[in-house]
């Protein structure tokens, strides 16, 4: 019924940037808070940005300052702009979005599939 599909990731040098994107399409009658995650390698995932339908907007500290996120509510998409990417940026970025359904009144977590980020010289 509801899909998330990400797209933008990919190799980047540091000190570079990278943006992606996740768009959310289905039987959608209105999305809340969407946010971005992210998992490194025998890491646990980890909590990168949210922004709520509003605007208001939530960081992990590792990455304030240097990552954006925003939203296109007409689009039901969320973006992750990334620069000054650092090596330990590298992981797989899942988004995320708490979705009402118009066959539900309840709100529902999905997610996205994931895209790969890597930043290596």
């Known amino acids: 019924q509801v899909q998330l599909v990400e797209s933008g990731g990919g190799l980047v040098q540091p000190g570079g940037s990278l943006r992606l994107s996740c768009k959310a399409s289905?039987?959608?009658?209105?999305?809340?808070?969407m946010g971005w995650y992210r998992q490194a390698p025998g890491k646990q995932r980890e909590l990168v940005a949210t922004?709520?339908?509003?605007?208001?907007?939530n960081y992990a500290d590792s990455v304030k300052g240097r990552f954006t996120v925003s939203r296109d509510n007409t689009e039901n998409t969320v973006y992750l702009q990334m620069n000054s990417l650092k090596p330990e940026d590298t992981a797989v970025y899942s988004c995320?979005?708490?979705?009402?359904?118009?066959?539900?009144?309840?709100?529902?977590?999905?997610w996205g599939q994931g895209t790969q980020v890597t930043v290596s010289s």
């Open positions: 289905g039987s959608i009658r209105s999305i809340n808070a």
């Open positions: 995320n979005a708490d979705i009402t359904l118009w066959t539900s009144r309840y709100v529902y977590r999905y």
């Open positions: 922004i709520t339908s509003g605007g208001t907007t």
